[in-house]
């Protein structure tokens, strides 16, 4: 008996092949969805962390920027005129009279809410605090201004936060600290309104009816912008997330509807935590309004995809073999292309079959494989671009550099042919990156970049080796050609500034050359001297080029340092330093009063050796002491033999702590019978503030001997107004870096200004240097300097005539 056996389902091929790749599609689309969207949610958080990491960084600012405001009127305060005060009234007594008068203004136009004096001998303090308006935390402050000789700052929540500044002051009548605070309520308001972030301050609990406490997190707010909508905000923070975890990263929360991003940070150096929450509402709705348009653009992307698959496998299947024969043509990419496609059939059925559509498909299919290659010969045609060049500038990177440089180098040795390298580093590059961050930086790279690529031949190679650090390979090139190009490039510098909200940064560059293959046979020699020609060029100031020289033995930097002390030692005994004397002008009587005494050394061949060369040598071997007796010496023995004479000597800093100087000073400066204004001793702005304490009790005892003094190179460092005052100098020199670009820099015009004001409102004469041009000298005498020097009034010589009238360049007799 036979079992009849029904037949198997039939299920078309197309089907089956339409239904296996469906769900192929459809896990793919899937995983695609899941993919976009993680990478999304994962991009969104690092925006938001970088914002709020923002956020903090512009709150230290700003905070940053309101400690230096009330350091400012700290300062200010010791310069406020105390009138109508008796004669030897002292420091404590000045000070009260100062802010019985001026209390109103500090407070309702400086906002300042609390000043103290503490006296540094009864460590009493006036006006006389409540109990707990000077807390220890205060009188810590305090001891570290007196101690540290500067100002020094905190922000304090004890409950409520405020800002305080300790600022030492001494004069002759005693010493102390001068404490100013102010609450930081506006602080927080303004912080708000510019960045539409709520602030709050965090400090533990207090007791009291007005504190304002997070249970959960058993913390006080200190202060909170917006306190009616910040305080529940901050409530439901807590009572969603711990301390710690907002301490480890920003967290995401919905409030009343909204979005938002908190995180918590602890003060530099305070008692307080401080919470920052950021509204994300529109990134959360355009990140699900992104996923809903992912997931819709798949839907569709899927619904085409089973579309065309439909239509390909419609055809007759009988002409498949055909067709294969086709495809291993379409699986390469090569110079002919992907191969020969097949042809529909034309004009035999009204109707085309599946084998038709087939086809159709597949020579579809090879044109977009012969984009495909034609893309992946672009993308490799890019790669060996990226290869060879730098992605931010455009120029050549290193390596490519490299290679060119050995390929041209081994030509040169070949052949007896020449060329010129130039090393360019940018001069103090790292302040940019600093102060206005990487993406200025970058910016100025490749403004450099930009300016280079104009500056040099089209047969130059021009590179970037990193960081801050450019190339430039002259084929045939020769010294003179190397030279004018790195003088053009300087030049062209000149003019390229670049600045930020808070900052100006001009742009200079040192300039190492080496030319092969006399300076190098081999490409790592010829970079290492070029190298070494750039540094010899920041060593001698800056802003300039210097020519690699076997012979300058710049790897021997000890031998170099032992045979200039070798040197300093032979000069010193064998008399091989002399003098050379610049005059200074009387800019308002346009008389020459006064000369700086310059030192120089003739080496044994007799040429000079300029101060620059030797001075940090002696300084580090302290052979400095014996050159700063030696020029004092021979100041004295010229004002004996020419009383008329006026002179200006400068005295390194290692002075101020060398008790055998001071005693030689003590013992000789009488000897001389010093006139008022015969001598004047110059200490620089650095050196008097690393040690203002030492520098205060040399200036008066040098002054009980007929001595005046002048404070050298203001600006260049740290000094302050605060400390002009303290220091008993007759004469300030503003440092030549604000007189050299003055004819053409407001900012230096506005400093120049102002330090004129404030030193004669002190009572000090002002020196102005690096006076250049006529130019210079007319803005000068409208801001009122008193003195200038300069290559426009005299260049440093034996001359020593005083007290002529002054002749400009070109109008000498």
């Known amino acids: 008996m036979s079992v009849s056996v029904p037949p198997p389902r039939f299920l078309s091929l197309k089907w089956k092949i339409i239904l296996s790749l469906s769900l192929v599609l459809v896990i793919s689309n899937a995983a695609i969805v899941m993919f976009t969207d993680s990478r999304a949610q994962e991009q969104f958080r690092i925006e938001q962390r970088q914002s709020m990491q923002t956020l903090f960084q512009a709150l230290n600012k700003q905070l940053e920027a309101s400690n230096a405001n009330l350091g400012r009127v700290a300062s200010l305060v010791s310069l406020l005129d105390a009138e109508q005060l008796p004669a030897g009234a002292d420091l404590r007594q000045r000070l009260r009279h100062v802010l019985d008068l001026h209390s109103a203004t500090l407070e309702l136009e400086w906002d300042i809410s609390m000043v103290r004096f503490i006296d540094s001998s009864t460590l009493n303090a006036f006006p006389a605090p409540n109990p707990d308006d000077l807390a220890e935390v205060l009188y810590q402050l305090a001891r570290q201004a007196q101690t540290g000789g500067s100002q020094a700052a905190a922000l304090v929540c004890q409950p409520e936060c405020y800002q305080y500044i300790a600022t030492p002051l001494i004069d002759q009548s005693g010493s102390g600290v001068l404490l100013v605070g102010r609450s ?117 992307g899927l619904l085409l995809a089973e579309s065309l698959m439909l239509l390909f496998l419609w055809q007759p299947m009988k002409r498949l073999r055909s067709l294969v024969s086709v495809l291993p043509g379409l699986g390469g990419c090569s110079d002919d292309g992907v191969g020969e496609l097949p042809n529909p059939r034309k004009g035999a059925y009204l109707v085309n079959d599946e084998v038709d559509l087939l086809a159709n498909s597949i020579s579809e299919l090879g044109q977009n494989l012969e984009a495909s290659c034609r893309a992946r010969d672009e993308a490799e045609q890019h790669l060996l671009w990226l290869a060879n060049h730098d992605p931010l500038t455009n120029l050549y990177n290193r390596r490519y550099f490299q290679q060119q440089l050995e390929q041209m180098l081994g030509r040169a040795l070949r052949y007896q042919r020449h060329g010129a390298l130039l090393y360019l580093d940018l001069d103090q590059f790292k302040n940019v990156n600093d102060l206005s961050g990487h993406r200025t930086g970058d910016s100025l790279l490749q403004q450099v970049a930009a300016l280079l690529r104009k500056n040099v031949r089209d047969t130059d190679l021009l590179a970037r080796l990193g960081g801050d650090e450019f190339a430039v390979l002259i084929p045939e090139g020769d010294q003179e050609a190397a030279e ?3 003088k053009k490039i300087l030049q062209r510098l000149k003019s390229l500034t670049i600045s930020d909200d808070s900052h100006a940064h001009r742009v200079s560059a040192s300039i190492g050359i080496a ?136 005295l390194s800093g290692a002075v101020i702590v060398d008790p055998q100087m001071q005693a030689w000073l003590r013992e000789n400066l009488p000897k001389a019978g010093l006139r008022p204004g015969q001598l004047v001793l110059e200490l620089t702005e650095t050196a008097m503030v690393s040690n203002i304490v030492g520098a205060v009790e040399l200036m008066r005892d040098m002054h009980s001997l007929g001595a005046e003094f002048a404070l050298d190179d203001f600006g260049s460092g740290f000094a302050s107004y605060a400390y002009l005052k303290q220091l008993p100098v007759d004469y300030v020199k503003i440092d030549g870096s604000f007189i050299q670009g003055l004819a053409t820099s407001e900012d230096d015009q506005l400093f120049v200004k102002a330090l004129v004001e404030v030193a004669h409102g002190l009572g000090k004469q002002v020196v102005a240097e690096y006076v250049e041009d006529a130019q210079t000298l007319d803005i000068l005498e409208h801001y009122g300097v008193d003195f200038g020097q300069g290559y426009y009034i005299g260049r440093p010589g034996s001359d020593l005539v005083q007290q002529v009238p002054f002749r400009p360049p070109g109008n000498a007799v």
């Open 515 to 650: 030319l092969f293959p006399r300076h190098g046979a081999n490409v790592g020699d010829l970079l290492a001297n070029a190298d070494l020609a750039m540094y010899q060029a920041k060593e001698a100031g800056r802003n300039r080029y210097y020519l690699f020289s076997a012979s300058d033995q710049a790897r021997e930097y000890l031998g170099l340092r032992t045979r200039f002390q070798e040197k300093i030692n032979r000069a010193l005994e064998h008399g091989g330093f002399f003098l050379q004397y610049q005059p200074v002008l009387n800019i308002r009587e346009e008389e020459v009063v006064r000369h700086e005494v310059l030192i120089r050394m003739r080496d044994e061949d007799g040429t000079v050796v300029p101060p620059d060369r030797f001075i940090n040598v002696a300084e580090q071997t302290g052979q400095i002491r014996e050159i700063d007796r030696w020029v004092v010496q021979q100041a004295l023995e010229s004002l004996q033999e020419q009383p008329a004479l006026r002179l200006a000597v400068n």
């Open 184 to 300: 930081i309520a506006d602080l927080v308001l303004e912080f708000h309104r510019i960045h539409d972030a709520r602030l709050a301050f965090l400090v533990p609990p207090r007791q009291g009816p007005d504190a304002s406490l997070v249970e959960r997190w058993q913390l006080d707010v200190a202060a909170v912008s917006g306190a009616q909508q910040g305080l529940p905000l901050l409530q439901a923070f807590a009572n969603h997330f711990s301390t710690r975890q907002l301490a480890e990263a920003p967290r995401l929360m919905r409030y009343e509807g909204d979005w938002y991003l908190g995180q918590l940070a602890t003060g530099r150096a305070d008692n307080n935590l401080r919470m920052m929450i950021f509204p994300v509402s529109d990134a959360m709705h355009k990140l699900q309004g992104n996923r809903q348009t992912t997931i819709v653009i798949s839907l569709a």
């Open 484 to 486: 004018a190009t790195a």
